[in-house]
């Protein structure tokens, strides 16, 4: 008994070993030395079952610890030059021979570069909801990342307080949330996000005291922004460089261009487009979804899923736990609005 016991014990650690090989895309060769670890993905986000390095061929293998697997998806994740790569493993694929890719790093942008930018503005009672989104395109195989400067400086208006929530998608990753660091000029704030090959999102939310009509100043630190704003039902937005694009099909909101770095508008009018809220009589909107995630913990290097889902749920399920997500997809028109207006409507760069 006690025999089959350990061999039940032995097979069941056999079948969970994940083995593969780090794989330098940008040189395109194995990759030698390369911190490879193995996450239970869990209701309260990923946890580590243990890490291991990579050889001189690239190649790793990891035994986890009997008693470790749990239903659910895994990440696999790999760091390297100072940067997380991320591999998810649904439930009941392969575990090996897995390949998971790193890149050099660079402090230059190169070829990497915002190629969307989204804004969605909500009066409502007595305060101003932002909602921008940044789609950074890097074609190169590179990874564009500067701790000390940031990848993306942001402009905060001086009533925010410097506060902003921050979350960012990388290629193949799950949603991270980051903070909005202070620089020694006044308002603007540095982001730390490396930049990988493919595309990645920035999502930037915060909200300040506002009373309509009133004038709203903004500006970006980017290079060629070109912006789309939107302007829920009963919001109007007026002042130079601003052209109307015509109203969403679905939500009637008014879309807005505005080809410039620096934007000073004057908004009238109260109304939301956010999920869960519904116009009110008086031009104000009713908040149903209750509080927000504004007191999650940041987490500065493992992607942190936010909500509840049970593991048993597997990895839709896990997906489908980032809430922001969700009311983001419905306050920028999901994915449709970003590839509708992709490209500038004047003079494109």
């Given at each position: 008994?006690?025999?089959?016991?350990?061999?039940?014990?032995?097979?069941?650690?056999?079948?969970?070993?994940?083995?593969?090989?780090?794989?330098?895309?940008?040189?395109?060769?194995?990759?030698?030395?390369?911190?490879v670890?193995?996450?239970?993905?869990?209701?309260?986000?990923?946890?580590m079952?243990?890490?291991?390095?990579?050889?001189?061929?690239?190649?790793?293998?990891?035994q986890?610890?009997?008693?470790?697997?749990?239903?659910?998806?895994?990440?696999?994740?790999?760091?390297?030059?100072?940067?997380?790569?991320?591999?998810?493993?649904?439930?009941?694929?392969?575990?090996?021979?897995?390949?998971i890719d790193?890149?050099e790093?660079?402090?230059?942008?190169?070829?990497?570069?915002?190629?969307?930018?989204?804004?969605?503005?909500?009066?409502?009672?007595?305060?101003?909801?932002?909602?921008?989104?940044?789609?950074?395109?890097?074609?190169?195989?590179?990874?564009?990342?500067?701790?000390?400067?940031?990848?993306?400086?942001?402009?905060?208006?001086?009533a925010?307080?410097?506060?902003?929530?921050?979350?960012?998608?990388?290629?193949?990753?799950?949603?991270?949330?980051?903070?909005?660091?202070?620089?020694?000029?006044?308002?603007?704030?540095?982001?730390?996000?490396?930049?990988?090959?493919?595309?990645?999102r920035?999502?930037?939310?915060?909200?300040?005291?506002?009373?309509?009509?009133?004038?709203?100043?903004?500006?970006?630190?980017?290079?060629?922004?070109n912006t789309?704003?939107?302007?829920?039902?009963?919001?109007?937005?007026?002042?130079?460089?601003?052209s109307?694009?015509?109203?969403?099909p679905?939500?009637?909101?008014?879309?807005?261009?505005?080809?410039?770095?620096?934007?000073?508008?004057?908004?009238?009018?109260?109304?939301?487009?956010?999920?869960?809220?519904?116009?009110?009589?008086?031009?104000?909107?009713s908040?149903?979804?209750?509080?927000?995630?504004?007191?999650?913990?940041?987490?500065?290097?493992?992607?942190?899923?936010?909500?509840?889902?049970?593991p048993?749920?597997?990895?839709?399920?896990?997906?489908?736990?980032?809430?922001?997500?969700?009311?983001?997809?419905?306050?920028?028109?999901?994915?449709?609005?970003?590839?509708?207006?992709?490209?500038?409507?004047?003079?494109?760069?």
């Open positions: 008994m006690r025999l089959a016991l350990v061999f039940t014990l032995l097979a069941a650690t056999k079948v969970f070993a994940i083995d593969g090989t780090v794989h330098n895309a940008t040189k395109d060769k194995p990759q030698a030395s390369a911190t670890s193995l996450f239970n993905i869990t209701s309260n986000g990923p946890e079952i243990t890490s291991v390095k990579s050889s001189a061929d690239g190649s790793f293998n990891i986890p610890p009997a008693g470790s697997e749990t239903p659910g998806p895994k990440l696999l994740q790999a760091a390297y030059d100072g940067v997380t790569y991320n591999k998810m493993i649904p439930p009941g694929t392969p575990t090996q021979n897995l390949q790193v890149f790093s660079s402090a230059k942008p190169g070829d990497s570069k915002v190629t969307t930018h989204m804004m969605l503005l909500e009066p409502v009672n007595g305060q101003l909801r932002v909602s921008e989104s940044y789609v950074w395109t890097n074609s190169s195989k590179i990874t564009y990342s500067d701790p000390d400067r940031g990848t993306l400086r942001i402009y905060l208006p001086a925010t307080e410097g506060k902003a929530e921050v979350n960012v998608i990388a290629p193949n990753s799950v949603a991270v949330r980051r903070s909005a660091d202070p620089t020694k000029e006044a308002n603007v704030y540095k982001i730390d996000f490396p930049i990988k090959p493919g595309e990645s920035v999502d930037l939310t915060y909200q300040m005291p506002f009373t309509t009509p009133a004038q709203f100043t903004d500006k970006w630190l980017f290079p060629n922004p789309k704003l939107l302007a829920p039902v009963g919001v109007s937005f007026k002042g130079p460089g601003l109307q694009l015509g109203a969403e679905t939500t009637k909101a008014t879309i807005y261009n505005f080809d410039g770095a620096a934007l000073t508008m004057d908004v009238q009018g109260a109304g939301a487009l956010q999920q869960g809220n519904s116009q009110q009589s008086d031009g104000t909107a908040d149903a979804s209750g509080s927000g995630d504004s007191d999650d913990q940041i987490a500065e290097l493992l992607p942190q899923l936010y909500g509840k889902a049970s048993v749920d597997g990895f839709l399920g896990a997906l489908n736990a980032v809430k922001w997500i969700l009311s983001l997809a419905v306050a920028m028109l999901a994915l449709g609005f970003v590839y509708l207006y992709r490209k500038p409507t004047s003079n494109p760069s």
